[in-house]
């Protein structure tokens, strides 16, 4: 697999899982797109990546709620590199409650973020994907794609629509080669699970210890969480599989806690 001189635009790209998917990439040569809500966050992350190289990275502020934000960032996207290779729609944020404790604007808010900015990024990449006959539209999902847990009602939600998305995705993008994958990461211990743990301890009225140790960790095969460099191993995977052989299927990366 080849993925250099690809343009790749990874929305919340500054930190955590899409840092490093966004790292990975410039590791191989690409041009990544740092979009991000922080915008010095956003230009932080490209300039250390710029560094780094091969690649090349240059970064966009971008609220993926929101419509005229994203077509502005693709359409810069345009402007510099002139084509767009790969989407990895990463954007995402946690809130946990139970149900009848659940705002309706945090419910929106979780939607909003996961599945709207999906969708609106998508909308405006594929244009580009099939005038030029080609393209990797990757989302990132959860094993809360396939599983449920308790207090999660918007994630998994969002993270089950997001399956969906990418099957029509892949159904109308298959005779250009627009290709649609999710990623279905287990527990990463990045900053939006880190502040989980105290969260799920309080409402589940146990230990922080037990949230992660049963939790979050109990049905591994190993104890182990799965790292923002197993899921940046499987996005440039996604990537660079130039084919339909696989579109409109998802890989659950979870050290064994969700298995198929």
Not at 4 to 28: F, H, L, M, N, Q
């Amino acid at each position: 697999m080849n993925i250099k001189d690809k343009v790749c635009i990874v929305t919340g790209s500054a930190g955590g899982i899409g840092y490093a998917i966004a790292r990975r990439y410039v590791a191989e040569g690409a041009k990544v797109v740092i979009a991000d809500l922080k915008a010095d966050a956003a230009e932080k992350a490209a300039a250390e990546l710029k560094a780094i190289g091969p690649g090349d990275a240059f970064a966009v502020e971008m609220d993926v709620t929101s419509e005229e934000a994203v077509n502005a960032g693709v359409a810069a996207t345009i402007e510099k590199w002139g084509r767009v290779d790969v989407l990895v729609s990463n954007a995402g944020i946690q809130i946990v409650n139970k149900i009848e404790d659940f705002a309706f604007a945090d419910w929106k808010k979780m939607l909003a973020i996961h599945l709207d900015g999906a969708f609106l990024t998508t909308k405006a990449c594929m244009p580009h994907m099939k005038a030029q006959k080609g393209g990797a539209i990757i989302y990132m999902g959860s094993v809360h794609s396939k599983e449920a847990s308790p207090l999660k009602s918007a994630y998994v939600t969002a993270k089950h629509g997001l399956l969906g998305l990418a099957r029509v995705v892949a159904k109308e993008g298959g005779k250009f080669g627009v290709r649609a994958n999710v990623i279905c990461p287990g527990f990463v211990r990045t900053p939006l699970v880190e502040k989980q743990i105290p969260e799920q301890a309080k409402e589940l009225g146990i230990s922080e210890e037990d949230v992660v140790s049963k939790v979050m960790l109990g049905q591994t095969v190993d104890a182990e969480f799965t790292t923002v460099e197993d899921i940046a191993e499987v996005a440039y995977f996604f990537a660079g599989f130039e084919t339909n052989a696989l579109t409109g299927q998802s890989i659950v990366a979870s050290h064994g806690w969700y298995m198929e």
